[in-house]
């Protein structure tokens, strides 16, 4: 080995072990963990190994119900959000003078504690025995009755569910896209404009495609995030997700470590690995289309 990749070598060394120590390791231990039956927590012994574990949990309804508000939660929001964050963007870029102070403003919700912003939503959604909230006084104003969504309907509390996340998401895809359109050369606007091109034409064939990269990496990056929901959820419904039928397949695995059924560290490495999987198969077809349209 030459001087100059040992020196290489010797500077990656504490980045190699770090990640050893924290990523790989562990990585390892949650694959032993989840082929490990019988697993019992205080003796720390096992049966043996097999595939009981994933067998148990793609049969727990609370898994399954876990998995199907994530669906739910990734599907509405990943693109809406995107959505609603590409046109407040174009909006902003279309005002020079103040596009500092406003992108200020829409990202100060990005800089605010999770749980904090939480309360929030729950004390303007929540219906208690003092008070419907803002959110149902506003519906009362137009002739229809209070819903509770908070301990109400499931349609009820994945909609606030989901405003909650779009509302999160929305500061770092405004900073992202914003920056984006920023870095768009204005000579291809001036050339279309000389052309007589109309806005949306210029929108289609100029912003979107130059922008594209950006998009394409807020949405993989959101697809990734939303199926790590967990913290959105406990801010507004506590932390007794499946009573609330609200849980996430994050909760499902910090319930099955430390929550009311704790202690199955087996199972909870059994879920991770079924998460790994979902989340690698979709980012891998979200390079795949990005690769052909970015």
Known sequence: MEKKDFKGWLYLLPAILFLGLFMVYPLIDVVIYSVEEGYNFASQSFFGY????????????????????????????????????????????????????????????????????????????????????????????????????????????????????????????????????????????????????????IFYKITLPMISPMISYLIITGFIGAFKAYSDEVAIFGTNLNAAGMNTIVGYVYDMLYGNSGGYPSYASAASLILFAIVFTITVINLMVSRKNV
Request: glycine content about 4%.
């Open 50 to 201: 097999g595939v009981y574990n994933f067998s148990y949990v793609l049969h727990d309804p609370f898994f399954m119900q876990a998995i199907k508000n994530t669906f739910i939660i990734v599907i509405i929001t990943v693109p809406l959000s995107t959505l609603i964050a590409l046109l407040i963007s174009l909006g902003l870029n279309s005002i020079k003078p103040l596009r500092d102070l406003y992108q200020t403003v829409f990202f100060l919700p990005y800089v605010t504690n999770t749980l904090a912003v939480g309360l929030v939503f729950m004390i303007l959604f929540k219906k208690t025995a003092y008070s419907d909230g803002l959110i149902n006084l506003i519906i009362n104003f137009f002739g229809h009755e209070s819903i509770d969504f908070i301990d109400g309907p499931y349609a009820a509390k994945m909609f606030v569910m989901c405003f909650y996340t779009i509302w999160i998401v929305l500061p770092f895809k405004i900073l992202i896209l914003t920056s984006a359109l920023a870095s768009v050369p204005q000579t291809y606007y001036n050339a279309a404009k000389v052309d007589g091109t109309s806005k949306f034409r």
